[in-house]
């Protein structure tokens, strides 16, 4: 892993977690947690069994520009994306295997931040867990973002095996993901592009067909 806010918050889930499959929400402690708490989240199960934010730190919600309380995790990606996110959340909490996501942000001016999300699961009662408690971190060196965050783009994901990793170094590497057609990429000379369906929209210019 490579923040200090996701190394810290998967050590302390650790800690609590003991001997049981995951630790139940009562043994967070938030004051244990508080110099990453602004980059933490929890998730709940909606009614339409689509996890949603039951709390959101609030840089979290200041580099999207919006509360995200009670909104959907996998509206924070790409549409193309969101039935897989959706899936790795609801995986997490089955199987109660932690997950690593290497995500980029894009912003209004269609610039990316790379960055890492990790999903921890938690029981709210008993052993079975229903809740997730994440962290989201950009990655070291990355410039300040000019305008908040639209979307974000799934690049790889890393489950993690708890009983065989207590520490995230040397876990397995991450597996890439089909790359969004809304992924955005360097095309040199300054500009961006943004691939939507078949077409490349370039910044500051005028779509161009690809076919």
């Not at 929890?42 to 069994?49: D, F, K, M, N």
């Not at 209004?108 to 960055?115: K, P, S, V």
């Not at 990429?185 to 369906?197: D, K």
Request: net charge positive; proline share 8%; with cysteine.
């Amino acid at each position: 892993m490579q923040t200090k806010a996701i190394t810290a918050l998967y050590d302390y889930w650790t800690r609590r977690r003991g001997e049981r499959s995951v630790p139940l929400r009562s043994a967070i402690e938030p004051a244990d947690i508080a110099p990453i708490l602004p980059d933490v989240f929890i998730l709940e199960h909606g009614r339409l069994h689509d996890p949603r934010f039951r709390l959101a730190g609030t840089r979290l919600c200041a580099q999207f520009g919006r509360e995200l309380k009670a909104t959907a995790f996998d509206a924070l990606f790409a549409p193309d994306q969101r039935t897989r996110i959706a899936r790795i959340t609801e995986n997490v909490m089955a199987h109660a295997a932690p997950a690593v996501m290497q995500v980029a942000l894009v912003d209004g001016r269609l610039e990316t931040t790379e960055a890492e999300i990790v999903l921890l699961p938690l029981a709210s009662k008993g052993k079975v867990a229903d809740r997730i408690i994440g962290a989201f971190a950009p990655l070291p060196g990355q410039r300040q973002p000019l305008s908040a965050f639209r979307y974000a783009t799934l690049g790889a994901l890393s489950v993690i095996d708890p009983n065989r990793a207590r520490s995230l170094k040397g876990n397995r590497p991450a597996v890439p993901m089909p790359t969004s057609v809304m992924a955005v990429r360097p095309i040199g000379l300054g500009q961006t592009v943004n691939r939507v369906l078949h077409l490349r929209i370039f910044e500051g210019g005028r779509p161009a067909d690809d076919a």
